[in-house]
């Protein structure tokens, strides 16, 4: 009987020339989309910026922060055709795996409290609530906290 293999998303680095498709994908996303102004200010600052392919094109990307032994999760996302198929869980693997190899011990991440999507995937994958920043994202009515959540690695 002859398997049948699933084709694996790649990983490469984001570059500059991802930025349309990123963007597009962002404020689809995203009610408070980030602006390309942070995605170049990551891309600039030397942030470990991460495309997540198929041969059909971008399924999502990352933005990792990592610095003196820790690591923080400043975005994380997948096209909306794309998901529910196991690729958000693939890109935080990858992203725990470049974490390790960078040495740091936690990777630290905030998600809205009303993310559902988000916080279930971080909790199947070991993160848990360490704290609470008050009023750190915008919201249609004033401001929505932020829950903070680590993994230790
Ligand atoms: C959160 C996100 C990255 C998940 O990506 P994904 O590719 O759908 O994730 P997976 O298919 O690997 O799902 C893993 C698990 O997360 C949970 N999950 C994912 N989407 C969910 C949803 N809409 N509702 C409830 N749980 C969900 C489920 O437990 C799921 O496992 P299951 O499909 O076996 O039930 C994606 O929904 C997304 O890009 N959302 C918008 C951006 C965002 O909120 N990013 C995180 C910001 S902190």
Known sequence: MSAVLKPQPAFRPLAESDLPAVLAIERDLYEFPWSIGNFRDSLATGYSCWAMT???????????????????????????????RGHGTQLL???????????????FLEVRPSNAAGRALYARNGFAEVGVRRGYYPARAGREDALVLSVAL
């Open 54 to 84: 198929s041969a059909h094109g971008l399924l999502g990307y990352a933005v990792l922060m990592l610095g003196a032994g820790e690591a923080h999760l400043l975005n994380l996302s997948i096209a909306r055709d794309a998901q529910r």
């Open 93 to 107: 693997h990858h992203l725990l795996g470049v974490t390790r190899r960078y040495g740091a011990t936690r990777l």
